[in-house]
Each structure stands twice: as structure tokens, then as C-alpha cells.
């Protein structure tokens, strides 16, 4: 058994140079022909989960994957349902949109098809996610909707996502600083992934793709990082 990769993007996910990330993701889930799920829960609450599924369905398609399928996790009855937890548990790519994080968070939180994907990771899928789909698989997230930071389904420990942190996010800085001392903040750019895509031994180091940059916040340091560059895990305690 060998454990996957998670692919964190900041935002604006499906065009320009994300193609980078995604094409990589695609990669290392075993290529054209590899099962591609995506999970449009964060777009339900206003009811464009279809649209949204659908859109990066046709994105990867362009890309050149062969076997993408949108889930319809949508609600707390569909995300238990067997029939979907069985599709994510075959899946070599889970790919979880953006949208309203707290629901996302609790909607997937304890279910069976979050236990399916986690299982597909287990076995060396790929767990992506765009803004609200990056910042739930942390320890830690902000529900912008509640104001408040919420234990998150905690793939990346002692870490919160800040996406789009070119254009918005990088408001959050202060307030999550203080919210969560100690915490790893990591400020993702729109149209920009971060990858642990480290070979070998190098395998837990991450990667940067796509137009903009990576800024890591840490015990006070703030690091950026630009497009192409590696930086070694900085995530644990």
C-alpha cells in the first residue's frame, strides 16, 4: 500500500497555467486512461454543483483523461450513499471544487464517501482540492460564512489554507495568525497548485505550478515561493 498525493490550488482552478498542476496530478494518477472523480458538494448550497461538475469534467477532458465522472455528492443522504462510495474508492484522482466551505467540510466530515476517498489515497490516488476543497483537507479551516475556524478533515496536520490569496485571502492573514498560533498558513494564489510531488526519498516535498505563488507563514517568517519552485514539508509542529 502506498499513500497518494494531495494537490492544493488556490482558486480560479479550471484555466491558464493550472493546466501545469493538473496535467502532473493526471500524471501520477497513472495517465489518460486513470478514473478522474469530482466532488461538486461546495457548489450545492446555490445550487450549481451541476454546472460546476461540469466544467471540470470538460477541463480534464481537454486535458486528455479518458475516465472522468462527477460524483453527486450533494448532501449528507448522498454522501452516504454506497454506490458513490464505490466510484471514489476506484477513483485515482478526487478532485474537490471550491465553494462554500463549511458546508463542504461538514457535509463530507465522518461520511462513506470520504472514507472511500481516503481508502483511493491510501492505495496512491490523488486528493485535490480548489479553495473551499484545499483548505478542508487541512487541520484547520475558515468558514468565511460563520467567521470561525473549524477542525477541517485533517490530511495536512497543523496547517490552514489562506486561497486566493493574491486577490482576497491575504486579508486573513492577521486573523488566523492570532486564531491559530503555532499553525502553518499557507496562502495559495489563484490559478496556482502546490503539489507533493517530491520523487524517491524526496517524496513529502512540494512542488509549485501554475502563475502565481505559494507564501508560507510560519512562526513569524513569511516565504514565498514562485512558480517551479520545491520547498521541503515545513507542516509539522
Not at 149 to 158: C, I, R
Request: charged share 15%; aromatic share 8%.
Amino acid at each position: 500500500m502506498s499513500e497518494g498525493y494531495l494537490l492544493l490550488a488556490g482558486g480560479a482552478e479550471f484555466g491558464g497555467q493550472m493546466e501545469q498542476a493538473d496535467r502532473r496530478a493526471l500524471e501520477l494518477a497513472g495517465g489518460p486512461d486513470a478514473s478522474v472523480c469530482i466532488i461538486p458538494t461546495a457548489a450545492a448550497p446555490d445550487q450549481n454543483h451541476q454546472l460546476a461538475g461540469k466544467n471540470g469534467e470538460r477541463w480534464f477532458r481537454g486535458l486528455g483523461a479518458r475516465n472522468v465522472e462527477v460524483v453527486p455528492v450533494i448532501d449528507s443522504s448522498s454522501a452516504n450513499d454506497p454506490n458513490l462510495a464505490t466510484a471514489l474508492r476506484q477513483a485515482r484522482l478526487v478532485y474537490l471544487l471550491g465553494g462554500f466551505t463549511g458546508y463542504l467540510g461538514r457535509t463530507l466530515k465522518d461520511s462513506l464517501c470520504w472514507q472511500a476517498a481516503l481508502e483511493a489515497y491510501a492505495h496512491g490516488a490523488i486528493l485535490a482540492g480548489s479553495s473551499a476543497g484545499a483548505m478542508v483537507l487541512c487541520q484547520h479551516y475558515f468558514d468565511p460564512e460563520r467567521g470561525q475556524v473549524v477542525a477541517g478533515l485533517n490530511l495536512l496536520p497543523n496547517t490552514c489554507v489562506l486561497p486566493h490569496h493574491n486577490t482576497f485571502g491575504q486579508r486573513w492573514t492577521a486573523r488566523l495568525t492570532a486564531l491559530l498560533p503555532g499553525v502553518v498558513l499557507l496562502g495559495i494564489d489563484e490559478r496556482t497548485g502546490l503539489l507533493d510531488d517530491g520523487p524517491g526519498e524526496r517524496k513529502g516535498s512540494w512542488s509549485v505550478y501554475g502563475q502565481g505563488n505559494v507564501t508560507v507563514y510560519r512562526q513569524s517568517q513569511m516565504l514565498v515561493y514562485g512558480p517551479g519552485r520545491q520547498f521541503d514539508d515545513p507542516f509539522q509542529a
